[in-house]
């Protein structure tokens, strides 16, 4: 971006001249930015409309005959066993906490990835390489720390 | 329609720091807490970000790699945050931030 | 178009925060923490920051918010464990303050001001806020927070197994 000298209208940082918004025949500025998300508003839109439209039929169009047996608590056919509110685990919030470190990591990698051409036609592809390396050794020890600890173990 | 433009974002910031701040305030349970705390997280992250599109130089992102990092840390927080909650179940069989006052002993 | 969508996205954003607050049961305010974030995340998209709309998806509404429903029914809290919900004098002027804070705010805030710089301008630049603008920014002049991030997230780490492993 140009930083011109003298504030015009636009301040210190004035208005580019090239990617101007287009106006459609209306008059009405688009939003070009938000193209892009235009298929997921279609298929949220999809989803709401079959959502409200199932629950809507089937309540509507469907018979209503409630009898206890199909009201009672099916499990596999045989009787339920034991209280349907046991405490679980804690080996499931481990896994959680190890899905939440790779998760970021793999956030991480994703604009590494797609930068990685840029940076290595500007001569930093080994430095953003050794970069991104040192990112995930790092996380590699905490693995390494929660396997040799045995917090993997499902026993 | 009018325009919407940076107050707009900053009173979504506003309003969502003090809905965090009450949950923080208000909750007795432990992980309720947490959860004012995520939305105070955000609140920031709404700032940094509108203030960026609006008041920072053209194409420069600092305050969105900022709030990238808010979003890493708040992540690192819940997971430490969950197991200190996880711990004081453990000793207390309660997690009410009210019953748990060993200290003040 | 804009306008519309911001007030949808402000309106669905306020609106979860506050079942946040006024939900008893934690898992109900779980729920609607992560209706609250995806509300966020549209207006991520309103202030053309694409990547970090993404993030918030990915690691807030997809994996932050799984460890606390994860811990939510792992400590399966009965009725009479969650503690009543005690409405008190306190509590009521505390909401009456930052029901005023809020709206002094928004009040002062959209009173007319002449802002010195066209707020419209970072909306034409090409990729601004993209996944290559963004990582631009991250990989080359950021490079020491972005790995002391990692030693946090070590930390992290290594801190909730200590604390967690075993309990329960």
Same mark, same amino acid.
């Given at each position: 971006?140009?930083?011109?000298?003298?504030?015009?209208?636009?301040?210190?940082?004035?208005?580019?001249?090239?990617?101007?918004?287009?106006?459609?025949?209306?008059?009405?500025?688009?939003?070009?930015?938000?193209?892009?998300?235009?298929?997921?508003?279609?298929?949220? =839109? /999809?989803?709401? #409309?079959?959502? $409200?439209?199932?629950? %809507?039929?089937?309540?509507?169009?469907?018979?209503? !005959?409630?009898? *206890?047996?199909?009201?009672?608590?099916?499990?596999?056919?045989?009787?339920?066993?034991?209280?349907?509110?046991?405490?679980?685990?804690?080996?499931?919030?481990?896994?959680? =906490? /190890?899905?939440? #470190?790779?998760? $970021?990591?793999?956030? %991480?990698?994703?604009?590494?990835?797609?930068?990685? !051409?840029?940076? *290595?036609?500007?001569?930093?592809?080994?430095?953003?390489?050794?970069?991104?390396?040192?990112?995930?050794?790092?996380?590699?020890?905490?693995?390494?720390?929660?396997?040799?600890?045995?917090?993997?173990?499902?026993? | 329609?009018?325009?919407?433009?940076?107050?707009?974002?900053?009173?979504?910031?506003?309003?969502?720091?003090?809905?965090?701040?009450?949950?923080?305030?208000?909750?007795?349970?432990?992980?309720?807490?947490?959860?004012?705390?995520?939305?105070?997280?955000?609140?920031?992250?709404?700032?940094?970000?509108?203030?960026?599109?609006?008041?920072?130089?053209?194409?420069?992102?600092?305050?969105?790699?900022?709030?990238?990092?808010?979003?890493?840390?708040?992540?690192?927080?819940?997971?430490?945050?969950?197991?200190?909650?996880?711990?004081?179940?453990?000793?207390?069989?309660?997690?009410?931030?009210?019953?748990?006052?060993?200290?003040?002993? | 178009?804009?306008?519309?969508?911001?007030?949808?996205?402000?309106?669905?954003?306020?609106?979860?925060?506050?079942?946040?607050?006024?939900?008893?049961?934690?898992?109900?305010?779980?729920?609607?923490?992560?209706?609250?974030?995806?509300?966020?995340?549209?207006?991520?998209?309103?202030?053309?920051?694409?990547?970090?709309?993404?993030?918030?998806?990915?690691?807030?509404?997809?994996?932050?918010?799984?460890?606390?429903?994860?811990?939510?029914?792992?400590?399966?809290?009965?009725?009479?464990?969650?503690?009543?919900?005690?409405?008190?004098?306190?509590?009521?002027?505390?909401?009456?303050?930052?029901?005023?804070?809020?709206?002094?705010?928004?009040?002062?805030?959209?009173?007319?001001?002449?802002?010195?710089?066209?707020?419209?301008?970072?909306?034409?630049?090409?990729?601004?806020?993209?996944?290559?603008?963004?990582?631009?920014?991250?990989?080359?002049?950021?490079?020491?927070?972005?790995?002391?991030?990692?030693?946090?997230?070590?930390?992290?780490?290594?801190?909730?197994?200590?604390?967690?492993?075993?309990?329960?």
């Amino acid at each position: 971006m140009r930083r011109v000298d003298t504030p015009g209208t636009g301040g210190y940082f004035p208005r580019p001249q090239t990617a101007r918004l287009k106006a459609n025949d209306e008059g009405i500025a688009m939003d070009s930015y938000l193209t892009p998300y235009l298929p997921i508003l279609v298929l949220l =839109l /999809l989803a709401g #409309v079959m959502c $409200v439209a199932i629950t %809507f039929f089937a309540t509507v169009l469907g018979p209503r !005959r409630i009898t *206890n047996i199909k009201e009672a608590a099916f499990e596999c056919g045989s009787p339920t066993t034991g209280d349907p509110h046991a405490r679980h685990s804690v080996k499931f919030f481990l896994v959680a =906490l /190890l899905f939440i #470190v790779f998760d $970021v990591e793999s956030v %991480f990698i994703y604009p590494w990835g797609a930068l990685l !051409r840029d940076l *290595n036609g500007d001569g930093l592809g080994w430095f953003a390489y050794f970069e991104m390396m040192s990112f995930m050794a790092t996380l590699a020890i905490g693995l390494v720390y929660v396997w040799r600890k045995g917090a993997l173990e499902w026993t | 329609m009018n325009s919407v433009g940076l107050p707009h974002f900053l009173i979504v910031g506003a309003a969502l720091f003090a809905l965090g701040m009450v949950t923080v305030v208000t909750r007795r349970n432990a992980v309720g807490i947490l959860m004012g705390v995520e939305l105070i997280l955000n609140a920031a992250n709404v700032n940094f970000i509108a203030f960026n599109h609006y008041v920072d130089a053209p194409g420069r992102l600092t305050g969105q790699v900022f709030s990238i990092f808010v979003i890493v840390l708040a992540a690192a927080e819940a997971a430490v945050g969950l197991a200190i909650v996880l711990a004081i179940f453990q000793t207390f069989r309660t997690i009410d931030v009210q019953e748990t006052d060993l200290l003040r002993e | 178009m804009e306008a519309v969508l911001f007030y949808i996205f402000a309106i669905g954003v306020v609106v979860a925060g506050a079942q946040v607050v006024l939900r008893r049961n934690p898992i109900y305010g779980a729920v609607s923490l992560v209706a609250c974030f995806f509300f966020l995340a549209g207006i991520y998209v309103l202030l053309s920051a694409h990547l970090i709309a993404i993030l918030q998806v990915m690691v807030y509404a997809g994996a932050v918010m799984v460890l606390f429903v994860f811990v939510i029914m792992l400590l399966n809290l009965k009725e009479e464990e969650l503690g009543e919900m005690h409405v008190t004098t306190m509590k009521g002027i505390g909401l009456a303050a930052v029901l005023v804070l809020v709206g002094f705010i928004a009040w002062k805030a959209l009173t007319p001001v002449q802002f010195a710089r066209d707020m419209a301008v970072n909306e034409q630049i090409h990729g601004f806020g993209g996944v290559k603008a963004v990582g631009n920014v991250l990989y080359r002049s950021s490079v020491l927070p972005f790995e002391v991030t990692s030693l946090l997230l070590l930390v992290a780490v290594v801190s909730a197994v200590v604390i967690a492993k075993g309990k329960i």
